[in-house]
T-cell receptor
Framework: GQQLNQSPQSMFIQEGEDVSMNCTSS?????WLWYKQDPGEGPVLLIA?????ELTSNGRLTAQFGITRKDSFLNISASIPSDVGIYFCAGQLWNNDMRFGAGTRLTVKP | NAGVTQTPKFRILKIGQSMTLQCTQDMNHNYMYWYRQDPGMGLKLIYYSVGAGITDKGEVPNGYNVSRSTTEDFPLRLELAAPSQTSVYFCASTPDRGYTFGSGTRLTVV
């Protein structure tokens, strides 16, 4: 139903490489969001997408809201060590309820 | 501006004990949420509230109760703690879109 499938589950990359992760669902969402979680902390909002087809950047991060409203991707360019963490996609429903993907664990090797 | 504040940060409970996880926000947000995060997993919605005096169940409400007597506070109650409730609990709030999360409460039931 309203479950999100996030991939990949984990990534091990070299510093300077680009990263891409995505989320898909069989349900339609009003808003797509991408969060980053550091160890022992709550998720922090990176990018919010409000319209189908929207492409938004935040520094080295770029995210898109899929045309079908059922998917989104996040790209990180020129990764640096502090990009390490768990990235979660989230889809927000009409009633402000939010569903989360299982996360992508990113490791960046210097 | 403290944002979303959760207490306690850590707690160990014995099976059958009860406790209340506190959550307070000072941003005058109407919407508040409780999530649990199990190891290596995304967040699952326990309960949410769209305003003072209104609460509703999320995906995994069994074993929990909430109340929302004020806009600021949204406590989560565990009446009879079970090992399956060992998790990290996050409270979040939003005025409309994009949540602000607290730093979490790590609960262990033994």
């Amino acid at each position: 139903g309203q479950q999100l499938n996030q991939s990949p589950q984990s990534m091990f990359i070299q510093e300077g490489e680009d990263v891409s992760m995505n989320c898909t669902s069989s349900s339609i969402f009003n808003t797509w969001l991408w969060y980053k979680q550091d160890p022992g902390e709550g998720p922090v909002l990176l990018i919010a997408l409000y319209k189908a087809g929207e492409l938004t950047s935040n520094g080295r991060l770029t995210a898109q809201f899929g045309i079908t409203r059922k998917d989104s991707f996040l790209n990180i360019s020129a990764s640096i060590p502090s990009d390490v963490g768990i990235y979660f996609c989230a889809g927000q429903l009409w009633n402000n309820d939010m569903r989360f993907g299982a996360g992508t664990r990113l490791t960046v090797k210097p | 501006n403290a944002g979303v504040t959760q207490t306690p940060k850590f707690r160990i409970l014995k099976i059958g004990q009860s406790m209340t996880l506190q959550c307070t926000q000072d941003m005058n947000h109407n919407y508040m949420y409780w999530y649990r995060q199990d190891p290596g997993m995304g967040l699952k919605l326990i309960y949410y509230s769209v305003g003072a005096g209104i609460t509703d169940k999320g995906e995994v409400p069994n074993g929990y109760n909430v109340s929302r007597s004020t806009t600021e506070d949204f406590p989560l109650r565990l009446e009879l703690a079970a090992p399956s409730q060992t998790s990290v609990y996050f409270c979040a709030s939003t005025p409309d879109r994009g949540y602000t999360f607290g730093s979490g409460t790590r609960l262990t039931v033994v």
